[in-house]
C-alpha cells in the first residue's frame, strides 16, 4: 500500500471534496434506503394480494362460513375444505435414460432448465435415479417447505430426488394450487408437519403433506382466481423492476459522483 502514489490536493480542497460529497452521498443513500423501502411495501403487498385472492375468493360479497379449521379461517360459502391427499398424488416416475432435461427450482422464476439458472449448480455425475416431471406437473423441494418452495412445471424433464412430484388427481387448477402453498398460513403448517433436527435440514415428507387441509373453490372459479393474480403479480413485478432499476443506477451514480471528484475530473466550484 505504501509504493501506491495518488493525487492529493491541499487539504482545505480536500476538506472541500469531503463536505461536498458527505452532503451528496447522504441524499443519494436516503433515495435508495426509501426505494428499497418502498420495493418492501410492494412485496407486502403482493403478498396479500395472492392470499386474500386464494383464501376468500375474488367477490367481497359473497356470503362467508366458518371452515371448521382453525389456522383457515372463514372461507366462502360455496368452497370445500379437503385433505391435500383427496387433491393431489405423487408421482413415483424415475427416468430410465437420465437423457431428460435436467431442471432446477429456483425461488424467483420456478421450475426451469438448469442450464438458465444465474448460477449452475453442479451437475451431478449420473441422472439414473432421478424423477420424472411432466408439463402441468407440481414440483416441491422437500428440503425448503418453510420457503414454500413449489412450482408448476412448465417443461418435461427430470428433478432431483429430493424434490416431490405430484400431479392432480381431478381437474383442479395446479397453478392455483401453487399460489395457495406460498401463503404464509400454509407454510406454517408445513414447518409445523416438517421433520429434522434444524431449519435447513428438515423435510415435509409426502405423507404429511398430505394430511394437510385445504379450501378450495370450484374447479370453474380456480383458473379465474389464478388468471387474475398473473396479470397483477406481472403489474406489481414491474413496479418492483422499476425501483430495482432505480437503485442500481443511483448506486453506479453515487460511484461515479466519488470517482469524479476525488481523482479531479470535476472541481467544486
Known amino acids: 500500500m505504501r509504493e501506491f502514489a495518488i493525487p492529493v490536493p491541499p487539504l482545505p480542497e480536500q476538506e472541500k471534496i469531503s463536505d461536498f460529497l458527505d452532503s ?5 443513500d436516503k433515495i435508495i434506503s426509501e426505494t428499497k423501502a418502498s420495493i418492501e411495501n410492494y412485496k407486502e403487498y403482493k403478498q396479500s394480494v395472492i392470499t386474500e385472492a386464494v383464501t376468500k375468493g375474488l367477490d367481497k360479497n359473497v356470503p362467508m362460513k366458518d371452515s371448521g379449521i382453525e389456522w383457515i379461517g372463514s372461507i366462502p360459502f360455496n368452497w370445500e375444505i379437503k385433505r391435500i391427499k383427496y ?6 416416475e424415475r427416468t430410465q435414460t437420465g437423457e431428460e432435461e435436467p431442471l432446477s427450482m429456483s425461488q424467483k ?6 442450464k438458465e439458472m444465474d448460477i449452475v449448480p453442479n451437475m451431478a455425475s449420473s441422472f439414473s435415479n432421478c424423477k420424472i416431471v411432466h408439463k402441468n406437473d407440481l414440483v416441491f423441494n422437500k428440503l425448503k417447505a418453510h420457503l ?5 412445471s412448465n417443461y418435461n424433464g427430470l428433478v432431483s430426488p429430493d424434490y416431490a ?3 392432480p388427481k381431478g381437474n383442479d387448477d395446479i397453478r392455483f394450487l401453487e399460489f395457495v402453498f406460498k401463503t404464509p398460513q400454509y407454510i406454517s403448517q408445513f414447518i409445523k408437519y416438517s421433520k429434522g433436527v434444524a431449519q435447513g435440514l428438515t423435510r415435509l415428507y409426502t405423507e404429511e ?6 379450501a378450495l373453490p370450484s374447479v370453474e372459479e380456480q383458473p379465474k382466481i389464478t388468471e387474475y393474480l398473473d396479470n397483477k403479480c406481472i403489474e406489481i413485478d414491474n413496479l418492483i423492476s422499476e425501483k430495482e432499476k ?12 466519488i470517482y469524479e471528484y476525488v481523482t479531479g475530473k470535476k472541481v467544486i466550484e
Open 148 to 152: 414454500g418452495v413449489f412450482a408448476k
Open 87 to 92: 387433491v393431489l398424488s405423487e408421482s413415483g
Open 209 to 214: 403433506f398430505f394430511s394437510i387441509f385445504i
Open 246 to 257: 432505480l437503485i442500481t443506477n443511483l448506486e453506479e451514480y453515487k460511484k461515479s459522483l
Open 165 to 167: 412430484v405430484y400431479q
Open 24 to 28: 451528496r452521498v447522504n441524499e443519494i
Open 109 to 114: 422464476f420456478g421450475l426451469i432448465p438448469t
